[in-house]
Structures are given as C-alpha cells and as structure tokens.
C-alpha cells in the first residue's frame, strides 16, 4: 500500500474522519475503535461514520478486523500525520506571528489544515525555524512525517505536595483554553498541589502567587512534568 493513492482527491470530511480515527488509536491510546466511537468522537450520526468507513476502505485508508475494530492503513497513518503537522504548524504560526491567543487558533488552523499545497507548509515550517512544539505543548509531526508523543502525566494523576510544570494543555475545547489563560496558567507554570478534596476530587493548587481550586475535569486535560 502505497502513501500515494488519492490523497489530492480526498474531501474535507474524508480527511477529519482519517485524523479522528489516528487520534483515538494512537493519541488516546484506544484498545479499539468502532464505528460508535468514531461517530462520538466526531458528534455525528453511527450511520454517517458508516458510510464514511466504507469509502474510506474502498480508497484503501481505513481496514476492519475482529468485532468491527477500525485501523488505519500505512497511507491513512501518512496522511493522518500530515494533517496534523498541518493544523499545529499553523497554530504555531497564528499565535506567534498574528496575534492569536492559543484558545483561538484551534478553529482557525481546522480550517487551515486542509490546504494541499505541501511547498507551503514546509516553507511555513523554515519561516518560523522549525518549531518543535505548537501553542499548547503538543509536539509537530517533522517533514517526513515521523510523529511523537510527550509522555502525559495528567494533573489529576499527582498527589498533595507534588510540584510540577505545565508541559501540554489539551487544545480541544475553546471554553477550556479560556479558563486556563483567565485563571493565569501558562505553559511551564509551576503547579504545587496543595489539596486534594476527597469529597469530588477538586484540587488546590498554587502557581505563581496565586492559589485556585480546580475540578477533577479540568485536572485531566492539563499535562505536566513532575518537579518534586
């Protein structure tokens, strides 16, 4: 199978199905992926995802094994990775050069993402000296397409008097970025945990000279390095 079949060709839709199902499998570490998670995933109907799914393993980007599990080709993962080289480059390049904050790039750079031209991107990725990482710490997929994943330690996952640095904050929600840039959380902010209430899992925390309480919710969508 080769990294070449249709990829001009593929619409839009086609394109955010391919990116969804590789974030599951290998973003979120999914054991499997059916056909309803997928549609969950992408707040759209099951039968949608299986007409999709079916055009998709038809252009030879998406196969089926055992019990409906969904997998992604060598050229699905290809154009997956590429996609999202895309959208975080973009991101980056919002947010340094054109004044965006990081809760306004996300929506911007979906749109962005799909554009075919690949001169543009790599030239794109040399006029900024080649970032490592976008706005929320999420590391970019390089030109030939070799991705990595930062080890996530969620805040959630600390304990009362763990310190620990702010390295990623998950990008998917813009209330989310909102709240986090409201309460004065920048990445590599150091967090102290000062409390965690038993009662619903709120924690306490401290970070410059301030000290927040925080829902377990939020807790599990920013990503840190433990310090102390």
């Keep these: ?5 249709n990829s001009n ?26 056909n309803n998670q997928l549609a969950d995933y992408l707040n759209v109907s099951p039968a949608s995802t299986n007409n999709m799914i079916k055009k998709l393993k038809s252009k030879g980007y998406v196969v089926s094994e055992k019990y409906g599990k969904l997998d992604l080709t060598e050229a699905g993962k290809s ?5 999202i080289r895309k959208h975080r480059l973009w991101e980056t390049f919002l947010c340094n ?23 543009l991107i790599d030239e794109l990725d040399r006029f900024m000296d080649f970032p490592k990482k976008d706005p929320h710490g999420e590391l970019i997929p390089n030109a030939n397409g070799e991705y990595s994943i930062l080890p996530k330690v969620t805040l959630s996952s600390l304990s009362e008097g763990d310190v ?8 998917g929600s813009v209330n989310f970025l909102k709240y986090v840039s409201a309460i004065g959380l920048v990445l590599s ?8 209430r038993e009662f619903d899992n709120s924690i306490r925390i401290q970070f410059n000279d301030t000290v927040e ?4 919710k939020f807790a599990d969508n920013v990503f840190v390095k433990k310090v102390v």
């Design 1 to 5: 199978m080769t990294n070449k079949l």
């Design 9 to 34: 060709n593929l619409t839009k839709s086609e394109e955010d199905y391919l990116k969804a199902l590789f974030q599951l499998l290998v973003e979120d570490n999914s054991a499997k992926v059916g």
């Design 79 to 83: 154009i997956a990775v590429r996609l």
């Design 97 to 119: 050069y054109l004044n965006f904050t990081w809760d306004e790039v996300h929506d911007v750079a979906e749109q962005l993402e799909h554009i075919k031209s690949r001169k």
């Design 164 to 171: 620990c640095k702010l390295m990623a904050v998950n990008d």
């Design 189 to 196: 902010s150091e967090i102290k945990i000062l409390e965690v």
């Design 213 to 216: 309480t925080v829902t377990r």
